[in-house]
């Protein structure tokens, strides 16, 4: 059964993790779309913007700028290097009207979050008849913005890449002598933003599916640990109830034997012609039939809980209840070296209590500080009154109670085990009745315990 329930904790944590591996799993896939999807949704709502006649036009001057600069390169007249520094300083000069511009488009378009633009150049190259001459290229330099806001390209996306092919007229001046000649030139641009919290906004957008994912997981992590614990206890029961079943089997296994003894003695003709011997075994099956009834009594009573007992209550002295509890329980008992020590508070106090009832959870306590005693047994019974509380502390000096069985010794059958072997009778019953009886009058029972020391038990009852 131990072995069962190892494996089936280690099968569902397995399962756990297993489950809550596929759930990242989902929520990372789920992530991604949402990210594409808002980028997606970025995309489309400023797509339009640089179609502004205005952008269009300032962009037609650089363009208008870079041809002119083609022209002078093509003359020999500067570098490459040039014809790029040339384009950046025009770029620079426009680009506040650009960004001016740009920026009123797009709070016009409301978005609710803040993006950054740049433009970038990622190539221009001049088809000429002889060969294609390439004047930048971004895969020998970084991307060059042009227009916009540098910002670093972590964590930004392109929007549009354009690829333009234009066919431009350059005058060329060769010897003297000018004539017109037609170059293509491609350009190739980025257009590239950031969302400045897009991880902010897309994870507030998975926020819902993120906590009912987490509360889920919670749920099923609550429902696994309430169902093992629920079959550990219910394993615990079973194991008490085997326990009871061995103990009662047991304890009624020798009276019984006793009585088929003496009920063959009573057919025995010679027993029954002497008058002594016909009363003694007539004692002995009296004896047991008296034992029998006390043990079914015991089953019957002391498993009561607090709502079964109906208590009648008698006003009685404190004082005159203990001493006559003390001297009663030292008549009952059977032990020689046993000493019990009386400190009842001195005044007198009325106690609200039902006597028998009260009495018999008294007599368990008394009992077990014998049961669970040493050769010499010392018990000491004080009482104190604090506010509308009176309080009876019993103390032994015994084998004393583990802090582990401490909690579980006013449960229904339990009995603190050594080892599986009780060395003492019992059921299991004494102390559960005595906590249900001063349960049943409104009362407390708590135990402080050391081993090899004794314990305290301590009951508190309210007094009006
Ligand atoms: P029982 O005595 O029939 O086993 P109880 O309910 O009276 O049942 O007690 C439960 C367990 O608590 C006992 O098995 C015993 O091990 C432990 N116990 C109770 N009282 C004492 C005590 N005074 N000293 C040591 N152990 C005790």
Same mark, same amino acid.
């Given at each position: ?5 190892? &494996? ?16 990242? @799993? ?13 980028? %997606? ?14 952008? =269009? ?9 870079? /041809?002119?600069?083609?022209?002078? @390169? ?11 520094? /040339? ?14 511009? @740009? ?21 221009? &190259? !001049? ?5 294609? =001459? ?41 010897? =003297? ?13 980025? =257009? !590239? &933003? ?13 926020? #819902?599916?993120?906590?009912? #994912? !987490? ?12 169902? $093992? ?15 009871? $079943? ?24 010679? $027993? ?15 004896? *047991?039939?008296?034992?029998? %009834? ?44 046993? #000493?019990?020590?009386?400190? !009842?508070?001195? %005044?007198?106090?009325?106690?609200? $209590? ?10 368990? &306590? ?39 069985? %401490? ?28 906590? *249900? ?15 090899? *020391? ?11």
């Amino acid at each position: 059964m131990k072995n069962k329930i190892t &494996i089936l904790i280690i099968a569902s944590i397995a399962t756990l993790i297993a489950l809550s591996g596929i759930q990242a @799993y989902l929520i990372e896939n789920a992530y991604q779309l949402k990210k594409k999807s808002f980028i %997606q949704e970025t995309d489309n709502a400023i797509s339009d913007i640089d179609n502004h006649p205005e952008l =269009d036009s300032l962009v037609d001057i650089l363009g208008d700028d870079l /041809r002119t600069n083609l022209g002078d @390169y093509e003359n020999k007249r500067i570098t490459k290097a040039e014809v790029i520094g /040339r384009l950046k300083m025009k770029g620079d000069s426009i680009n506040a009207a650009y960004m001016e511009r @740009y920026n009123k488009e797009l709070r016009a378009i409301d978005l609710g979050y803040k993006i950054r633009y740049k433009r970038q150049l990622t190539s221009i &190259i !001049v088809f000429n008849r002889k060969e294609n =001459d390439t004047i930048f290229s971004s895969s020998k330099r970084k991307g060059l913005v042009i227009l916009g806001e540098d910002f670093q390209n972590e964590d930004s996306h392109v929007i549009k890449s354009a690829r333009t092919f234009t066919e431009f007229d350059f005058i060329i001046q060769e010897n =003297d002598s000018v004539f017109t000649n037609t170059f293509d030139v491609e350009l190739k641009t980025k =257009d !590239v &933003i950031l969302i400045t919290d897009w991880k902010s906004i897309v994870f507030r957008r998975m926020a #819902s599916l993120m906590i009912f #994912s !987490v509360l889920l997981f919670l749920f099923v992590v609550g429902l696994f640990y309430y169902s $093992i614990k629920t079959l550990i206890n219910q394993k615990k029961i079973t194991e008490i109830k085997t326990d009871f $079943i061995n103990n009662i089997t047991h304890e009624l296994k020798t009276p019984l034997a006793t009585l088929s003894v003496a009920s063959k003695s009573l057919k025995n003709a010679e $027993i029954r012609n002497s008058a002594e011997a016909f009363d003694n075994t007539l004692n002995i099956v009296d004896r *047991q039939n008296t034992r029998l %009834q006390k043990l079914i009594d015991q089953v019957l009573t002391n498993s009561l809980s607090a709502k079964e007992i109906v208590l009648s209550k008698d006003v009685v002295t404190d004082n005159e209840y203990f001493n006559d509890l003390i001297s009663d329980f030292k008549l009952s008992t059977q032990q020689p070296a046993l #000493s019990i020590i009386n400190k !009842v508070c001195s %005044q007198e106090v009325l106690l609200r $209590i039902d006597t028998f009832h009260f009495t018999t959870a008294l007599f368990n &306590i008394l009992e077990n500080a014998v049961k669970y005693g040493t050769d010499e047994t010392e018990i000491t019974i004080e009482t104190s009154l604090k506010s509308n509380e009176y309080c009876i502390k019993i103390s032994d000096n015994g084998e004393g109670i583990s802090i582990k069985d %401490q909690s579980q010794i006013f449960d229904k059958f339990y009995r603190v085990s050594h080892g599986n072997v009780h060395n003492v009778k019992g059921l299991g019953l004494g102390l559960y009745y005595t906590s *249900q009886i001063v349960n049943a009058h409104q009362g407390k029972i708590t135990v402080q315990s050391e081993l090899q *020391q004794g314990t305290t038990f301590t009951i508190t009852i309210p007094i009006n």
